[in-house]
């Protein structure tokens, strides 16, 4: 058994969670766990998430949470990703730089107490059925830009004094393009104009 043990490699861990558990090597082919349902994998080559019928619930903080410098999600039937945390969180964060990308051929919704979408760069929207739903806003970038190309988007604010979408730092650079529908709701309007 030495022997065995030094060709034991270990797994490889991704910075990405999804529900509190980390993604890995060897967990990355179907991601399961308390809080999610239906088909959630993770391809490391091209850092993609792929979403399917997916079910995703947590209550400590970012549904879906990175520190990778670009990522992907890909969405086909009908998902939701929401967090249930009392405090500031979102369905999906990344804290890193670089693109927030989502397209697919199905519907998704994200909803947190902060906001469904937030980046600490940019967000690209693509394509699919996206319902975004926040407190302070529906969809938010750090600093970045949000280019909309394709897709219908309905993003809302609940709270009093939120964006639709919107920018916590500068001037929002909103981008729309293609066949993209966009539905912007937020008591403040439907996006923030200078932040600073």
């Given at each position: 058994?030495?022997?065995?043990?030094?060709?034991?490699?270990?797994?490889?861990?991704?910075?990405?969670?999804?529900?509190?558990?980390?993604?890995?090597?060897?967990?990355?082919?179907?991601?399961?766990?308390?809080?999610?349902?239906?088909?959630?994998?993770?391809?490391?080559?091209?850092?993609?998430?792929?979403?399917?019928?997916?079910?995703?619930?947590?209550?400590?903080?970012?549904?879906?949470?990175?520190?990778?410098?670009?990522?992907?999600?890909i969405?086909?039937?009908?998902?939701?990703?929401?967090?249930?945390?009392?405090?500031?969180?979102?369905?999906?964060?990344?804290?890193?730089?670089?693109?927030?990308?989502?397209?697919?051929?199905?519907?998704?919704?994200?909803?947190?107490?902060?906001?469904?979408?937030?980046?600490?760069?940019?967000?690209?929207?693509?394509?699919?059925?996206?319902?975004?739903?926040?407190?302070?806003?529906?969809i938010?970038?750090?600093r970045?830009?949000?280019?909309?190309?394709?897709?219908?988007?309905?993003?809302t604010?609940?709270?009093?004094?939120?964006?639709?979408i919107?920018?916590?730092?500068?001037?929002?650079?909103?981008?729309?393009?293609?066949?993209?529908?966009?539905?912007?709701?937020?008591?403040?309007?439907?996006?923030?104009?200078?932040?600073?």
């Amino acid at each position: 058994s030495a022997m065995l043990a030094e060709i034991i490699e270990p797994v490889e861990k991704y910075n990405i969670w999804i529900a509190g558990i980390q993604v890995t090597d060897a967990n990355k082919g179907g991601i399961t766990g308390s809080g999610i349902t239906g088909t959630v994998s993770y391809d490391s080559d091209t850092n993609t998430l792929t979403l399917q019928n997916a079910n995703i619930t947590y209550g400590s903080g970012d549904t879906i949470y990175t520190i990778l410098q670009d990522l992907t999600v890909i969405f086909h039937g009908e998902n939701t990703v929401t967090s249930t945390s009392i405090n500031d969180y979102a369905a999906f964060n990344t804290i890193s730089g670089g693109n927030l990308t989502f397209k697919g051929s199905g519907s998704l919704n994200a909803s947190g107490k902060y906001s469904g979408i937030y980046a600490f760069e940019n967000i690209y929207i693509e394509s699919g059925t996206i319902v975004s739903t926040g407190k302070n806003a529906g969809i938010c970038s750090n600093r970045g830009t949000v280019k909309i190309s394709g897709g219908d988007l309905t993003s809302t604010a609940t709270g009093t004094g939120g964006f639709g979408i919107c920018r916590d730092w500068g001037r929002l650079n909103l981008t729309v393009s293609g066949d993209a529908a966009v539905t912007a709701i937020g008591t403040n309007g439907a996006k923030a104009l200078d932040s600073d």
